[in-house]
């Protein structure tokens, strides 16, 4: 049972809460001050702190805000009563912090469901914690139009069916407007630039799951992109890193799309990724561009073995041959990804990834082979 600490200036109030507590088994402390309790916190920190929204030497917001600050204390649980009529005690609260709200007057079925639900969530943020991290693996391009997120989206779908039931999530971080959506069939919904923009504090891996989408058959989750250019400059390059960090406690593999997108905002992720998987065209331009960006990924550190090269003929057969293009890049490609625009547009159309609504299309099994490569160590 988790520690719980009850902060209230009513004695009344304070009794009847305990007796709902010690009611479902648990044993709480009491304090009727925020003197008080900083006392009794300081002996022992408690796992859930029940607190009212004005105390006679503070407010709810100001504590927590004092206890956010406090490395100790910074992620405990903490609920707040307030009443029912006082939307700006609420709020208060929350911004500043506050992991539930508790309207007053109270139900004390409705406590102890918050309390009981609070610390399954940490309890599940605990074991996620002690997991190994998920992979992070980087899809990009040094040129638009080479079809990134399709060989992202289906190398998803492959490494879903080929390491289930590990959890696969694709994150939709093109800018300015992402087109994950599409090809999983999804109404764009909350997006990643909503996300980003929540306090650190509420960035938990349990808010990040709220945010996920799939629809059955797909077998894989996705962070959906903007949803347009004005929602895309809200995105805080300082989330992003956070959300990236929290997904590889709860998923195993971590597949973001960063289109040509090679920014502050992308930078981070690219660090940290298992494999980065570079999209390019057999055009003149599309290799000068990736031997560009070939060598400012040498230049961050990322070592060859990390670089995963892979040729996509998005508009057509044209261009040079594969040994041409790895003797320009001076890497090997991973993955030569045929022509096959007629299947890759139906298949959009359909809202599914072509592995899985082509599963024999001559393109399908290279993806698999390419899944499975970045997987290895």
Known sequence: MPSILVVHPEAAVVERISLALKGAGHQPSVSQSAREAAHRMAL???DLLILAHALSDTSAADLIQRLRAIPRTATMSIVVMAPSGNADARISALEAGADAILLEPFDERELVAVVNTLHQRVSRFQQAAQREPGKVITFCAAKGGVGTTSICVNTAASLAKQKAPARVVCVDLVLPVGSISDMMGLEPEASIAILSNLEPSLLDPFMVNGFLHTREGLGFEALLGARDPGESQQ???AGIEVITERLKTVADYILVDIGRSISR???PILKMSHRVVMVLSADQASLRLSQVALDYFRS?????KRIV???????GREGA?????????????????????DRFTAALNAGLPLVLKEPGA???PILRDLAHHLTLD
């Open 44 to 46: 022992a920190r408690p």
């Open 235 to 237: 995105v805080n390059p």
């Open 265 to 267: 905002i992308s930078l």
């Open 300 to 304: 961050l550190g990322i070592t060859e």
């Open 309 to 315: 090269l892979v040729t996509n003929r998005a508009v």
């Open 321 to 341: 041959g594969l040994e041409e293009i790895q003797n320009v890049l001076d890497h090997p490609i991973q993955a030569s990804v045929p022509y096959e625009g």
């Open 362 to 364: 001559m393109t399908a």
